[in-house]
C-alpha cells in the first residue's frame, strides 16, 4: 500500500484538530511569555525555541499519546526531540540545554510540569578575562581618561569589587598612606564584610582623584564617586565609564569582566585559594575554585606543545 503523504498545513488542514490545539498552546505560550520578568533577548530565544519544537511536533504521528496533553508523552516527544537536535541538527549541549530551557517553560505555562529529561553536561571552564595584552591596552586608554574614570576602572581592575560595591564605596571606606592602602566593603554580596589592600597604581590614581574630588562633590556628599551634580555617582554611570572605556581600548568591557580579571590572575599566580577568597568575598572555596579550570587558551596551548619537529 503506498504511504499516505501527510497533509499540508495550509487551508485544507485548517480544521485539523491536533493542528489545531498546537496552534492555540502556542498562542498562550507566546502571550504569557509577554508578562514573564525576563530580558527581551531571553523571551525571543525562548519563543523561538518552542516555535521550532511546535514545528518538529507537526512532522511526527502522535502514535505515543498527546505530547500536550499527557504527561509520559511529554516526556518521550521531548527526549526525541534531544535526540534530534544532538543528531540531526547537530546542536552544541549549550544550545540543547537552551532549547530544554524553552521546554521547561512552556510546559510550565501548559500546566503539565518540567519535562523529565537529562540535560548535556557542559565543559568545565574557567571565568573569561582580560588578557595581559587587553589589560596594558586598558590602562594605556585610562590614561587619557579623567583622574575619577581611571580610578574607578583601575580600582575595579586591582580589586575584584563588584559594581554595587564600587557605587557604595564612601570617602572613608578607603585608607591610604605613603606605602600602604585598603578599601573596606562594608556590606558585600550576602551582607558580608571584607578589606582588600591596594596596590602602588592604585594608590597612586585615588591621590589623583581625591586631589580633584572636592571641586566636583556637593557639601557634605560623602560618597567617594561622584558625578557632575555632585551626588553619589549611581550604577548605571559607573558602568557607563566602564564600557566606555573598554571601547576605546577595542574591549568589550563591563565591571564583572573585571572582578573576573582580578581573581583569576591571582589564582594563576599560585596564590592561596583561601586567600583569594577572602578578597573576593566568596563564600565557598569551589566559587573560586573556578578560576583555576582551564581556557579555551590553556587547551590550545596544551595540545600544540605535544608537537615534536621531525
Known amino acids: 500500500m503506498a504511504r499516505s503523504k501527510r497533509p499540508d498545513s495550509t487551508a485544507s488542514n485548517k480544521n485539523d484538530p491536533v493542528d489545531d490545539s498546537r496552534a492555540k498552546a502556542l498562542t498562550a ?20 525555541q518552542v516555535r521550532r519544537y511546535i514545528a518538529w511536533l507537526g512532522d511526527r504521528s502522535p502514535v505515543d499519546g498527546d505530547p500536550l496533553a499527557d504527561g509520559d508523552a511529554r ?24 532549547a530544554l530551557a524553552a521546554l ?23 571565568p573569561r578575562a582580560l588578557t595581559e595584552e587587553q ?3 586598558l590602562l594605556r586608554m585610562a590614561d587619557r ?5 581611571r580610578a574607578i576602572v583601575v580600582m575595579l581592575l586591582f580589586t575584584g569589587l563588584r559594581l554595587a560595591e564600587l557605587e557604595a564605596l564612601d570617602l572613608d571606606d578607603v585608607k591610604l598612606s605613603a606605602r600602604k592602602g585598603l578599601v573596606i566593603v562594608r556590606s558585600g554580596k550576602g551582607d558580608a564584610y571584607r578589606e582588600v589592600p591596594l596596590n602602588a597604581l592604585l594608590r597612586q590614581v585615588l591621590e589623583e582623584w581625591l586631589e580633584q574630588r572636592p571641586q566636583l562633590a556637593r557639601e557634605g556628599e560623602r560618597a567617594l564617586f561622584v558625578g557632575r551634580g555632585g ?17 576605546d581600548a577595542g574591549v568589550k568591557l563591563s565591571a564583572h569582566l573585571l572582578r573576573h580579571t582580578f581573581l583569576t ?27 583555576s579550570l582551564p581556557s579555551d587558551i590553556d587547551r590550545l596551548l596544551a595540545v600544540e606543545g605535544l608537537q615534536i619537529d621531525y
Open 29 to 48: 505560550y507566546l502571550e504569557w511569555l509577554e508578562g514573564r520578568p525576563l530580558a527581551a533577548r531571553s523571551r525571543q530565544a525562548y519563543a523561538h
Open 75 to 98: 516526556d518521550w516527544a521531548v527526549r526525541d526531540y534531544k535526540r534530534h537536535l544532538k543528531a540531526v541538527q547537530r546542536w552544541k549541549p549549550a544550545s540543547v540545554n537552551l
Open 104 to 126: 521547561d517553560s512552556f510546559y510550565t505555562q501548559l500546566g503539565l510540569g518540567r519535562p523529565v529529561v537529562r540535560r548535556e553536561d557542559l565543559p568545565a571552564k574557567a
Open 135 to 137: 589589560v596594558r591596552r
Open 145 to 149: 581618561a579623567s583622574a575619577r574614570d
Open 231 to 247: 551626588g553619589r555617582l549611581s550604577k548605571r554611570s559607573v558602568d557607563d565609564v566602564v564600557r566606555g572605556l573598554g571601547k
Open 265 to 291: 590572575v591571582l589564582v594563576r599566580k599560585g596564590n592561596d585559594l583561601v586567600m583569594v577568597a577572602e578578597l573576593a568575598g566568596h563564600r565557598r572555596l569551589e566559587t573560586t575554585r573556578r578560576y
